[in-house]
């Protein structure tokens, strides 16, 4: 496996969108199947307690919308601490969560993680999940 630092990726992510033709959602759809597949089947005792992602407002954060649905779909406890408000998300990150937001069965998937307040509980209930 190689590994590519920030910028090469957005070149990748680039080129992959402009010279091919390859929509950034679908990018993002196939990045997140792929780390759902991985933590499935490297953390299978792991995520018998559930998994927490931590995303952010952009594409990284849309990566993770796709494994939370994904392995809540699996019937995986499964939460996204977001570090930001559902209506910052941009882009292509906004239809994922969308989409995460209207698949899942789970009402209580999100937390909004925006001020120090919020983080008061997150010790307490990260400590729920087997996989971070």
């Known amino acids: 496996m190689r590994v590519v630092t920030g910028t090469e990726m957005q070149r990748i992510d680039r080129r992959a969108i402009q010279e091919f033709n390859i929509k950034g ?3 993002m759809e196939n990045a997140g199947k792929k780390i759902a ?3 499935i089947k490297s953390f299978s005792e792991n995520i018998k307690k559930g998994v927490a992602i931590f995303s952010g407002k ?3 954060g849309g990566d993770g919308f796709v494994v939370a649905r994904i392995l809540a779909k699996k019937k995986i406890k499964t939460k996204v601490f977001m570090a930001c408000k559902k209506e910052e998300v941009l882009m292509d990150a906004k239809i994922s ?3 995460l937001i209207k698949e899942s069965n789970n009402k209580n998937i999100i937390k ?3 001020s120090f307040k919020d983080t008061e509980t997150l ?3 990260i400590n729920d999940f087997g996989l971070i």
Request: glycine residues 6%; without cysteine; proline residues 0%.
């Open 25 to 27: 959602v679908d990018l």
């Open 97 to 99: 969560l969308n989409r």
């Open 58 to 60: 952009g594409n990284n």
């Open 112 to 114: 909004e993680i925006t």
């Open 123 to 125: 010790k307490q209930e």
């Open 37 to 39: 597949d991985e933590i």
